[in-house]
């Protein structure tokens, strides 16, 4: 049997989110033949694993635990699915490939690329993808407010470039708001970004790469009910989220092409989502998510489920797809 220890939660303010797509993923996984997996919390207090009802701390050196009932025990396997930092951005996977541990998810460049906001859109904008207009913004730096409404116009989205957090993001629709909304987003990453509004359709694409190939799911449309797609409207039910989206099938076409181009482009692995607006029939990214939600909430499930894909069988694909590829 292999040991998967499947890490979520990390240090940003999506823990419990990230907590909660583990829990609907380690249900599938478990049903695979020959894997053993457990949550493994992960905290800056540590790791710990919840084997078999015991609470364990996991040596952040091997990744051995010592279980009362099993004696020594060792993941030989991680499945990293933390919203945010240190999984998303791809920290536990740089340290996982220096350990030479298997894991499932984005390796560590491509999931320290694709977090970034920021330095994601610029790289994607050099292969001629459309992206909205932005600016980068860092901290002790001059920031010259009028400047930004200027070239960008308003209303604008103020973010963090480098946080996966859903706090932190502001719809600004004057000046005087902007360098409070600034602020807020340097509370959650070091760097912030400003970009022009689009007014047009929102749009979202999973994909993931198995055996067969790489696999576009069905596009899911998002009608928020707040003023954009902000933590309440992803995790609060404020929001509709129509699967398939209410675009033609061209337009669908197109964009399944566009995201199965960027997940080659970024050398992405496993799961992924790729947002987009629609302005004139022309989609623009958003963001790339290594990361997706997989809660019964979350987008992922319900683009699968239009696909007629069940979720044990997409989990087993795909941890039979990197076995292959990386001697899983």
């Known amino acids: 049997m292999k040991l998967v220890g499947l890490f979520c939660g990390g240090y940003s303010s999506e823990y419990e989110i990230s907590v909660k797509s583990a829990k609907q993923i380690l249900a599938t996984v478990n049903s695979i033949e020959e894997i053993e997996a457990y949550l493994v919390y992960v905290s800056r207090d540590g790791w710990v694993i919840d084997y078999n009802g015991e609470q364990i701390n996991v040596s952040q050196d091997d990744l051995t635990f010592h279980s009362k009932k099993d004696g020594e025990?060792?993941?030989?396997?991680?499945?990293?699915?933390i919203h945010g930092n240190p999984g998303e951005n791809g920290k536990l996977q740089a340290f996982f490939e220096m350990k030479r541990i298997p894991y499932i998810n984005s390796n560590s460049l491509a999931s320290a690329l694709s977090?970034?906001?920021?330095?994601?859109?610029?790289?994607?904008?050099?292969?001629g993808i459309n992206v909205a207009e932005s600016i980068l913004l860092t901290r002790n730096k001059s920031i010259d407010y009028k400047s930004i409404t200027t070239k960008l116009g308003l209303p604008l989205f103020v973010k963090p470039a480098d946080s996966g957090s859903s706090y932190g993001i502001s719809k600004v629709y004057s000046l005087e708001d902007l360098p409070s909304a600034i602020e807020d987003a340097f509370k959650e990453g070091k760097t912030v970004v400003c970009?022009?509004?689009?007014?047009?359709?929102?749009?979202?694409?999973?994909?993931?790469?198995n055996k067969s190939g790489i696999i576009a799911l069905p596009c899911t449309e998002i009608v928020s009910e707040t003023d954009f797609f902000d933590y309440e409207a992803k995790y609060l039910g404020k929001s509709q989220e129509i699967t398939p989206a209410r675009i033609s099938d061209e337009l669908t076409l197109t964009i399944q092409a566009l995201t199965k181009e960027i997940y080659q482009l970024l050398q992405l692995?496993?799961?992924?989502?790729?947002?987009?607006?629609?302005?004139?029939?022309?989609?623009?990214?958003?963001?790339?998510?290594?990361?997706?939600?997989?809660?019964?909430?979350?987008?992922?499930?319900?683009?699968?489920?239009?696909?007629?894909?069940?979720?044990?069988?997409?989990?087993?694909?795909i941890y039979e797809f990197e076995g292959e590829i990386g001697g899983l």
């Open 73 to 81: 025990k060792a993941i030989n396997l991680a499945h990293v699915y």
């Open 269 to 317: 692995r496993s799961l992924a989502r790729v947002d987009y607006m629609i302005v004139n029939d022309v989609p623009y990214v958003i963001e790339v998510n290594t990361t997706p939600g997989f809660s019964p909430e979350s987008i992922v499930p319900k683009m699968l489920e239009a696909a007629g894909i069940e979720k044990d069988d997409f989990w087993r694909e």
């Open 195 to 209: 970009e022009s509004f689009m007014n047009g359709t929102e749009v979202t694409c999973g994909i993931y790469e």
């Open 115 to 127: 977090f970034d906001k920021w330095f994601c859109n610029q790289f994607l904008k050099s292969f």
